[in-house]
């Protein structure tokens, strides 16, 4: 009898223990999942980014873009198109992912264009002629002056600024928030925070058509 009490409160002892362990376990899941939440979202948006939209936007469209990327220009003017039919309901913030060989100075050179108040038509201008200044999928700086010639820009000013290092801590930040958003190629997008499902052009029209529908109900 001494014995089978002493064995039922050793197995009563282990379905607590059990259960303590499956509870701290749980609780431990639960705030890496709250953690890894609070990152991404702050991964996503930094002051510095490129923001063209209304601030309370219903959508907030984040790309991750390499400007030497082919697929990136393809998408560009998809996305203006998007925000043009809804200019009081979507907002697009550019992020950088300059993977391309040489794509950080034209990164450099958009952020330089950007305190001279050209930026979007600098990035617009650099998408259209890409093919001039990045034949071999690799961005050459020497090639892409003749490009932006006709901007407006103060170019002495714009090699200077180019140089600042604050715009190569800009662009290390925006490597670091893709490597932590697992952005490995480009474009990458996120709508109101989410990826898309898979990649694609209609998978973010989709995306895109579902936030609106859900925001304006």
């Known amino acids: 009898m001494k014995q089978r009490i002493i064995f039922i409160g050793a197995a009563v002892l282990l379905v607590l ?4 362990a499956s509870s701290s376990y749980k609780t431990q899941q639960t705030e890496q999942a709250t953690a890894a939440a609070t990152r991404n979202k702050e991964a996503l948006v930094r002051f510095h980014s490129p923001t063209l939209g209304q601030p309370g936007a219903a959508v907030h469209i984040v ?9 990136c220009r393809a998408f560009y003017p ?26 950080d100075e034209i990164v450099k050179l958009l952020e330089a264009a950007r305190k001279q108040g050209k930026y979007w038509e600098t990035l617009a201008a ?8 990045a034949p071999d999928h690799a961005a050459h700086l020497d090639l892409v002056w003749p490009v932006i010639d006709g901007l407006g820009l103060d170019m002495a000013r714009l090699r200077v600024d180019m140089q600042a290092p604050e715009l190569t801590r800009l662009i290390e930040q925006d490597l670091a928030d893709a490597k932590t958003l697992n952005v490995q ?10 990826p898309l499902p898979s990649f694609g052009l209609k998978q973010l029209q989709d995306l895109v ?9």
């Open 17 to 20: 223990v059990f259960v303590f």
């Open 63 to 71: 790309e991750f873009l390499d400007p030497a990327c082919e697929t």
């Open 78 to 103: 998809v996305v203006k198109a998007m925000l043009a039919e809804n200019s009081d309901k979507i907002r697009l913030s550019i992020r950088y992912a300059p993977f391309h060989r040489g794509a």
């Open 126 to 133: 650099l998408l259209a002629a890409q093919a001039q200044w």
């Open 185 to 194: 190629k480009t474009p990458e997008f996120f709508v109101n925070g989410r």
């Open 209 to 217: 058509a579902e936030e609106l529908a859900v925001k304006s109900n």
